[in-house]
DNA sequence: CTATAAGTGTGCTCAAAGTTACAGAGTTTG
DNA sequence: CAAACTCTGTAACTTTGAGCACACTTATAG
């Protein structure tokens, strides 16, 4: 499953309106724009990426920094034993911010990243990025933000690792997605969802199975509904213990 | 032990060669300032805080970025069953970058940290930090190799909790320990050890004897020694299984 | 020098998570 | 439709980690 970080198409970008539109959805960044930074986003040119494409891996380095206009890119560990778990994903309108790693302190990085989708995005060199930087408050601010962002989000990653049992983690995992999905159900395998949260396919299927007959959800192939929000709530805050081998 | 963190002592600090003096040892800093840098740093309030002082918690907003210039902050993160973990620790000539999420984000961050030493910091204002990130190319190389080099030891912990058994965990922060402090003691309680880890003092210790019984280590009363480091390597690195019930 | 506190060792029990193994259900493909 | 494959369910078992209880040791304070 090694495929190459090659891109698909490579070109230039058209004027500023083109820009707007490959942006438009994606405000967090948009309105933090000013001239530096468009400069540079009309510097940058357009991938594509194919569906699974890994675009970085342990030791590959990572010359550019990309933000996705299109597409997710999935980040994730794996372990020795097969094993992995997502440590989060970058959508549109964002950046990919461990390649700051490599492109701050030119060290490589034992994690992969692999497009989920079909992947969009806009390519922005080295150079390019520590001059708008320097220059562009709305740029920098946006960086930051994200890095901060993200150190949030891994600092709860550890402490639910930490301290809160599996079957906690599965249910606030389902309850985030539904939340995004407003109730539609969550197309997603057990073993994907293992390797969401760095478990077994196994472990995964008892719980699941344990909230369904809570009622909380109702599994399908390759699916998960949401039966009553109220109780997978409820569920997630720990109330009821487990009641797998009762 | 909610001691408010009130600063000892509070004063303007003086010209330039005090401000040398008191960086003189973290290169890391120094070697990026230029004079925007060094413009920030003359402005900034020298603040003694007494070992243990809470420096922020839960939900205090913390409107302040602080250079630590003696001694060190423990930012680790608690659970309500009384466990803790660290997360990190900031050192002399190293931003307490947790605060930059408050600074950037706004947000309140449910984490703590805590003085481990009496500690001395230069604090600086939210407008100067902005200030300065946007004039000094120095200055914002080193907040943002700060932030990535937090986020790379982020990732590892989190790999570890995810995929590590405990007793690995535990070699791999004694090597990094004895490698810090060049083979000599650590003086650590197994309590404290524990909460290192986010882990019990029971498993600590049990562990450790285990170890002991193995010849890597020498127990005593508050502080475990080196005995062989080629063991305690091996050990680390997952050869011999576990030994506790043998 | 005692009393008290802090730190350590350890056995027992239990719960959580992972492993192995296999059966069966649902999909896809030729 | 039959074969091959993917996904799910689940039982039995093992390992890991946690929690409790208590004995014992070392340090500190009065």
Known sequence: MSTLATPVANLHIAPSDKLHDLL????????????HCWAMLEMAK???????TVMFS???????????VEGT?????DSDEGREM???RVEPGELCIHN???LVNGMPYPIMAQAETSVRGLVISRTEFHNTMSKSDGFRNYVLRSLTERLANL???????????????????????FERNCGRAIAITHSELGHELGTTREMVSRILKDFEH???IKLSRGSIHLNCKHTLKLVSQGKGKRTTRA
Not at 58 to 68: A, I, P, Q, S
Not at 73 to 77: D, I, M, N, S
Not at 155 to 163: E, K, R, T
Request: net charge negative; charged share 25%.
């Open 46 to 52: 357009l991938h594509t990426f194919d569906a699974n």
């Open 86 to 88: 997502t440590l989060y």
């Open 155 to 177: 600092v709860n990653l550890v402490s639910g690792l930490a301290f809160d049992r599996l079957d906690l983690r599965i249910a606030c995992w389902l309850q985030a997605q």
């Open 214 to 216: 809570k009622r909380c």
């Open 24 to 35: 438009a959805d994606y405000p967090d960044l948009l309105e933090q724009a000013d001239a």
């Open 73 to 77: 890119v999935r980040v994730f560990k």
């Open 58 to 68: 342990e030791n590959m380095e990572c010359k550019h920094l990309m933000l996705v």
């Open 100 to 102: 700051l790693n490599n």
